[in-house]
């Protein structure tokens, strides 16, 4: 059974970069996946940050695609989010999920809560 | 880009009762369209694919409908695990766009 654990800095400071990295445990990153990254602002509804495969390839929201670059460790098992000149509106619970080929998310992690905040 | 709307956004029922989900896009989806529950606190959880494909392991008592530009999810008699916070989500386009959420509370 696939497992998706987020982690990184729950604050960041505003300007500057929001760094995520999702493990993924029970199976590879190969095959048919995209890995994917979402996230819900606090009381607020869901958005759809955009998603990697293991060769690299990546599809991005274009409503973020000018700060946003997924990046995949097929060696560590692991991919990770970076976001860039981020502000108080990009504090959100951050999930990571696979989509197994099929472009919906089928399993997620937990999420992990970042806060921009000076 | 696609937008999507979900009516209500929120609806208080009992259990046994028979509800029903709207969700409207924008523009013509075909049948790209999911709906995931989500509890507070946790994660979402893909419900049904395909506008009327249920996942599997979910209960035969949601359903799902349409194509286009108008969809419903239907839980067609309601149980306490139910009560949570519906969203729809189109994967016609890389925005993904999901619904505002319709919370489904207790009467």
């Known amino acids: 059974q696939v497992q998706l654990q987020e982690s990184g800095p729950g604050l960041v400071r505003p300007s500057g970069t929001l760094s995520l990295t999702c493990a993924v445990s029970g199976g590879s990153l190969d095959g048919t996946n995209w890995w994917v990254w979402a996230r819900q602002p606090p009381g607020k509804g869901l958005e759809w940050i955009g998603e990697i495969n293991h060769t690299g390839s990546t599809n991005y929201n274009p409503s973020l695609k000018n700060r946003v670059i997924i990046s995949v460790d097929n060696s560590k098992n692991q991919f990770s989010l970076s976001l860039t000149s981020v502000t108080a509106a990009d504090t959100a619970v951050y999930y990571c999920?696979?989509?197994?080929?099929?472009?919906?998310?089928?399993?997620w992690g937990q999420g992990t809560m970042v806060t921009v905040s000076s | 880009d696609i937008q999507m709307t979900q009516s209500p956004s929120t609806l208080s029922a009992s259990v046994g009762d028979r509800v029903t989900i709207t969700c409207r896009a924008s523009?013509?989806?075909?049948?790209?369209l999911a709906w995931y529950q989500q509890k507070p606190g946790k994660a979402p959880k893909l419900l049904i694919s395909?506008?009327?494909t249920l996942e599997s392991g979910v209960p035969s008592r949601f359903s799902g409908s349409g194509s286009g530009t108008e969809f419903t999810v239907t839980i067609s008699s309601l149980q306490p695990d139910d009560f949570a916070t519906y969203y729809c989500q189109q994967y016609k386009t890389y925005s993904r766009t999901f619904g505002q959420g319709t919370r489904v509370e207790i009467k």
């Open positions: 999920a696979r989509d197994p080929g099929r472009a919906v998310a089928v399993i």
């Open positions: 395909q506008a009327s």
């Open positions: 523009q013509s989806i075909s049948s790209w």
